[in-house]
C-alpha cells in the first residue's frame, strides 16, 4: 500500500463550489505539506503543517485553507472554486530528523468550470 | 535571483546512453540539501537522490548520480544506461534553512524522452 494517499485523484467542480481534498500517510511523519503544480511553474507550497496543532501559510495560501484532524491525516479546502484553481495538487510528508526528504502522493487532478 | 534554475526544458537521449541533467542552483546558507524527483506522465512525484552541502562525496543510487560541484552550485543529475521508463519530467529542488521550517523551492524541469 501507498505511504501517501490522496482522495479524490481526479476530481470536477464549478465555479463556485468548495471542495475538499484530502491527504492521509502511514510514514509516521510529524510534517505534512499541500503543493499544487501548474505547467511552467514547478511546486508551490500552498500549505504546510508541523504537527496537529501548527498550520502555517505557503507562498499561495489565497483561497484555500487547510485542516490537521491527526497526525496522519490533513486535508485541503478550496472555499469557494475557480478556474485558476484547475491544478495538480500534491500532498507531501517529511520527517524532520533525517534528510527531511519530502515524500509525495499520487497527486489530485482538479478541474474548475 | 532563481532559487532553482534547470536550463533544459527538454532532452532526448538514446536508449542505454546516458544523460546529464542539469541544475544550479542559489543560496547563502551554507547547510542546505538537494533533490532531485522524477514525474513521469502518470503525474506521480518520485524521490530519486539527496544530497547534503557538506556531504563529500557524490550521491549515488542505482543508476542515477549526482554531481555536486559546490563551488559553481550545481547539482546536476546523471542517468547511466537509460531506459525507456526513463521518460519523464525531472525536478531539481532545493531545501534551505536552519532550523524550523526550512523553505524547498522546485525547479521548473526538464523532460526526458528516451528513443530507442
Known amino acids: 500500500d501507498a505511504d501517501v494517499t490522496q482522495t479524490p485523484r481526479n476530481r470536477i467542480t464549478k465555479t463556485g463550489k468548495r471542495i475538499m481534498l484530502e491527504c492521509s500517510q502511514t510514514?509516521?511523519?510529524?510534517?505534512m505539506y499541500w503543493y499544487r503544480q501548474d505547467p511552467g511553474l514547478g511546486l508551490r507550497l500552498i500549505y504546510y503543517?508541523?504537527?496537529?496543532?501548527?498550520?502555517n501559510k505557503g507562498e499561495i495560501s489565497d483561497g484555500y485553507s487547510v485542516s490537521r484532524q491527526a497526525q496522519a491525516k490533513f486535508s485541503l479546502s478550496l472555499e469557494s472554486a475557480i478556474p485558476n484553481q484547475t491544478a495538480l495538487y500534491f500532498c507531501?510528508?517529511?520527517?524532520?530528523?533525517?534528510?527531511?526528504?519530502?515524500?509525495f502522493g499520487p497527486g489530485t487532478r482538479l478541474l474548475v468550470l | 535571483a532563481q532559487k532553482i534554475t534547470q536550463t533544459q526544458p527538454g532532452m532526448f537521449v538514446q536508449e542505454k546512453e546516458a544523460v546529464t541533467l542539469d541544475c544550479t542552483y542559489d543560496?547563502?546558507?551554507?547547510?542546505?540539501?538537494l533533490f532531485w524527483y522524477k514525474q513521469p506522465s502518470s503525474g506521480e512525484m518520485i524521490f530519486l537522490i539527496y544530497?547534503?552541502?557538506?556531504?563529500?562525496q557524490n550521491a549515488t543510487e542505482g543508476r542515477y548520480s549526482l554531481n555536486f560541484q559546490k563551488a559553481r552550485k550545481s547539482a546536476n543529475l546523471v542517468i547511466s544506461a537509460s531506459q525507456l521508463g526513463d521518460s519523464a519530467m525531472y525536478f531539481c529542488?532545493?531545501?534551505?534553512?536552519?532550523?524550523?521550517?526550512?523553505?524547498?523551492?522546485f525547479g521548473i524541469g526538464t523532460k526526458l524522452q528516451v528513443i530507442p
Open positions: 507531501a510528508t517529511s520527517d524532520p530528523r533525517g534528510q527531511e526528504t519530502q515524500y
Open positions: 510514514k509516521g511523519h510529524d510534517r
Open positions: 503543517s508541523f504537527d496537529v496543532k501548527d498550520i
Open positions: 543560496t547563502s546558507d551554507p547547510s542546505y540539501g
Open positions: 544530497q547534503g552541502s557538506y556531504d563529500q
Open positions: 529542488a532545493m531545501r534551505e534553512g536552519i532550523g524550523g521550517y526550512q523553505k524547498v523551492t
